[in-house]
């Protein structure tokens, strides 16, 4: 198998973190042992170990997160090219690689002008105010915003939804009996994808600066799954999804 364009596409992969170029990645045209594994989606996250790297493995079943240091991810890029994915497609903010391996190891590699000009924002906006973060990175992975922390056309909606849920927490909480604790155990019923349960607790983690501890309930399993991914990627470390029912679950104190 021809293996220089699969390395030069790796050494670019690699040289774009080095010199803070890196946009995102995709790693597609699978042809592994995993029936349900289609691609994997590769971008950066800021975490409290610092930037790391972000992968989403796309399924048709269901979704997987995992994050990675830099050395990691590359090592894991340059096992799977050539062996389990054969297209790979890179931006940076110097150019775009796009990473094409043929049926005899015959491979190409083109190169094209940058489609984005700006690396996408990592920071979380940490201001006192009602409304969440559009740059925060799980409203990213969960497809709300863009790379660069902009509202999906589609999605204008349910982030007005969001932002209006977390204000009427807000308001809620405060003139309730609870609004001098410091410490908070909730339980959000029938969580689903998760949108909701995160900002809440992005609200009173990260703005209210509150002790909080989230738990979200619901019935499909491949959605508790993927929104643990993406809580433990986010570093949310007492937030949590569990598979159950609203009937069957068994409401308990929560320690932290």
């Known amino acids: 198998m021809s293996i220089e364009n699969i390395e030069k596409f790796i050494s670019e992969f690699a040289k774009s973190l080095t010199d803070e170029t890196f946009v995102k990645m995709t790693l597609g045209n699978y042809k592994g042992a995993d029936a349900h594994l289609q691609k ?13 790297l972000f992968f989403l493995y796309r399924q048709d079943t269901r979704d997987t997160a995992k994050n990675y240091d830099f050395a990691d991810g590359v090592k894991i890029v340059s096992e799977l090219l050539g062996v389990d ?6 931006f940076t903010v110097k150019n775009d690689f796009q990473l094409d391996v043929g049926k005899k190891g ?32 799980y409203l990213k992975a969960l497809g709300i915003t863009t790379d660069h922390g902009e509202i999906r056309d589609k999605q204008q909606d349910k982030w007005r ?20 604790r410091e410490k908070l155990n909730i339980v959000d ?8 349960t995160f900002a809440a607790y992005d609200y009173f983690r990260n703005i209210r600066s509150l002790d909080v501890k989230i738990t979200g309930v619901d019935t499909k399993s491949e959605l508790v799954g ?28 929560l320690t932290f």
């Open 226 to 253: 993927l929104c643990n991914d993406i809580a433990k990627a986010s570093e949310f470390e007492n937030l949590q999804f569990v598979h159950g029912s609203i009937g069957d679950y068994e409401l308990k104190t």
């Open 106 to 137: 015959k491979s190409r590699l083109n190169i094209a002008k940058p489609t984005f000009k700006e690396k996408p924002a990592l920071e979380h906006n940490r201001e006192k105010q009602i409304q969440i973060s559009a740059d925060s990175f």
């Open 161 to 180: 939804q969001i932002n209006k849920f977390v204000e009427t927490l807000g308001n809620l909480y405060d003139k309730s009996d609870l609004r001098n």
């Open 189 to 196: 019923m029938g969580s689903g994808k998760g949108y909701l």
């Open 85 to 90: 994915f054969f297209g790979g497609h890179l």
């Open 40 to 52: 994997i989606l590769v971008r950066l996250i800021e975490t409290k170990k610092g930037t790391r």
